[in-house]
């Protein structure tokens, strides 16, 4: 530390002939911080800059007065966290380990399709799908609910916290929960996304409907924020609840922005819908068959 109170900064000039391990600059003016300034292109956590000026070279936002491994000082201003253009992906899926899903879940592994075409993936069951590895989070059974579909807020919710917990998402730019009777195009998504900052909180959706659960989309920030809030703002879920539902207003609640796309998914569930070009997703197709049939007509 610095004996005038000022924080100790690793690894700049500060004035000096060269380079120093750690030096002590002086308080910034009024109104101004060390908020990851650049010098020739380089970040410079010793200067001093008007709120909202700065950033890191490489697209990472600035963080201030984290230890950031610089010694275990503190320092005033370091890079850390996820490339505002990162397009990698976390993916997961729920899957009963039984029945028709487990069998597409299973084609979709020794395929490499789907969720298995993501940097990262995971597998929440009800038990194994040989020779898939699988995340148990306990009975997946939900009643159907009175608009038609599956009453499966609970099991969802608890899906997530497995989600949560893996931490797998962290070093990926955005996170994708997929059904397994979705067709779908890592690759489309990732072009889509590019667009978007990984950092700032944003979940992108069908346009003019609620958030619909055969695909969900939202980025590495708003990942992070709906894991720390999701148990004290959202709660654990409601008997008789659909999961999508929830999730587009917990989305809503906690401060993610919800972006329409026009091209994230079609619902017809027949093969004239499966095309090449841009549309991600396609839904639904429950048999390995029908699975196959879209994907390959949506591949071109």
């Keep these: ?26 308080p910034c003016p009024t109104n101004q911080s060390r908020t990851g300034c650049l010098r020739n292109g380089q970040d410079d956590p010793d200067c001093c800059a008007p709120p ?30 996820m490339r505002a253009d990162d397009t990698s992906l976390y993916c997961w899926a729920v899957s009963m380990s039984h ?12 395929r490499g399709q789907s969720i298995f075409a993501c940097e990262d993936w995971q597998v929440m069951s009800d038990g194994l799908i040989g020779p898939v590895p699988v995340t148990d989070i306990g009975a997946l059974n939900s009643s159907v609910g009175g608009w038609g579909s599956w009453a499966n807020e609970m099991v969802f919710v608890r899906a997530w916290q497995a989600a949560f917990r893996s931490g797998k998402w962290r070093a ?13 195009f890592p690759e489309r998504l990732r072009q889509h996304v590019k667009a978007h900052s990984a950092v700032q909180p ?9 958030l619909l659960g055969p ?20 709660g654990n879920g409601r008997p008789g609840g659909g999961e999508d539902g929830w999730l587009g207003w917990c989305m809503g609640y906690i401060g993610v922005e919800l972006l ?10 027949g093969l004239g819908a499966c095309a090449p070009g841009w549309t991600v997703a396609f839904h639904p197709f429950k048999e390995v068959g029908g699975y196959e049939a879209c994907f390959w007509k949506a591949a071109g």
Excluded: Y
């Design 1 to 26: 530390g610095c004996h005038n109170g000022v924080v100790a900064v690793a690894g700049n000039s500060c004035e000096a002939p060269g380079e120093v391990a750690t030096c002590c600059p002086p």
């Design 172 to 184: 990926r730019g955005w996170v994708v929960k997929v059904d397994p009777d979705t067709v779908w």
């Design 215 to 234: 695909i969900e989309v939202m980025n590495n920030a708003a990942m992070e924020k709906f894991a720390k809030l999701q148990a004290p703002m959202c």
């Design 52 to 81: 909202g000026d700065g950033g890191c070279s490489d697209g990472r936002p600035a963080v201030v007065g984290d230890a950031c491994g610089a010694d275990g000082q503190q320092v005033a201003t370091c890079c850390r966290g």
């Design 99 to 110: 029945g028709k899903e487990a069998e597409l879940t299973r084609s979709h592994f020794e």
């Design 202 to 210: 944003l979940c992108v959706k069908n346009p003019g409907k609620a």
């Design 260 to 269: 329409d796309d026009g091209a994230l998914m079609r619902l017809d569930g």
